[in-house]
């Protein structure tokens, strides 16, 4: 079956702009966890989404915030775009929500802010 | 703060030697995975160990669980420049459902 996939997979902006991306889980997965990487921070958990409702959410600033579709499909919105945010954004789909749920991770959108 | 700590950092080694990976915390995890991530990928999960002192072989890689499920290791046995790559410690805090990720190792096995 077909992978998680994102959308669009480079990106770059200005600052002070926003930005939206998009992940489609794989088809049965109720969960789709978001997640930041840069070479400064490594990989840190954004938030995560199950049946449509926020489960968890990282510390991360009002700014960054996201949404789940009936059909499990996620979007995560950034706001008032800073230097900071470049970074790469992976969508990780789990049947289930939990630490006994194996994630599958998408290849990401690359996010560049000038 | 690190909740997961990852040493060493970069590794880089001749095809044939062996290597080890710590990943190290002062906290308890209820599982630890181990991921592997190549460039333009997202991470890709090898394994998951959730017994204290739990071993898990996978090909030439085995993977421990420390007793106290604070810490785990990934040895490798005579790597190829195949298993080239970022490889990455990640767990749940015991009551937590945020999967927390080590720094990450960078991994590079020379021809």
């Known amino acids: 079956k077909a992978g998680v996939t994102q959308t669009p997979r480079y990106l770059i902006k200005t600052r002070g702009q926003q930005v939206t991306l998009s992940c489609s889980p794989i088809?049965?997965?109720?969960?789709v966890s978001w997640y930041q990487q840069t070479p400064g921070q490594g990989l840190q958990f954004l938030f995560e989404?199950?049946?449509?409702?926020?489960?968890n959410k990282g510390n991360f600033p009002g700014r960054f915030s996201g949404r789940q579709f009936s059909n499990s499909r996620s979007e995560m919105n950034v706001s008032t775009l800073e230097l900071g945010d470049s970074a790469l954004y992976l969508c990780?789909?789990?049947f289930g929500s939990g630490g006994d749920n194996e994630q599958f991770f998408g290849p990401g959108t690359r996010l560049t802010v000038l | 703060t690190q909740l997961l700590e990852q040493s060493p950092q970069f590794l880089s080694i001749q095809e044939g030697e062996n290597l080890t990976v710590y990943c190290n915390s002062s906290?308890?995890?209820?599982?630890l995975q181990w991921y592997r991530q190549e460039p333009g990928e997202g991470p890709v999960l090898l394994v998951t160990?959730?017994?204290?002192?739990e071993v898990k072989k996978l090909k030439r890689l085995t993977f421990q669980f420390g007793d106290a499920r604070k810490d785990s290791s990934l040895h490798i046995t005579a790597a190829q420049p195949g298993d080239t790559g970022l490889y990455l410690c990640?767990?749940?805090?015991?009551?937590?459902?945020?999967?927390?990720f080590g720094s990450g190792t960078r991994l590079l096995v020379r021809p």
């Open positions: 990780a789909s789990s």
């Open positions: 088809s049965g997965h109720r969960s």
């Open positions: 989404y199950f049946s449509e409702t926020q489960r």
């Open positions: 906290s308890v995890f209820s599982s």
């Open positions: 160990v959730v017994t204290g002192g």
């Open positions: 990640a767990g749940f805090p015991y009551s937590s459902y945020k999967l927390i």
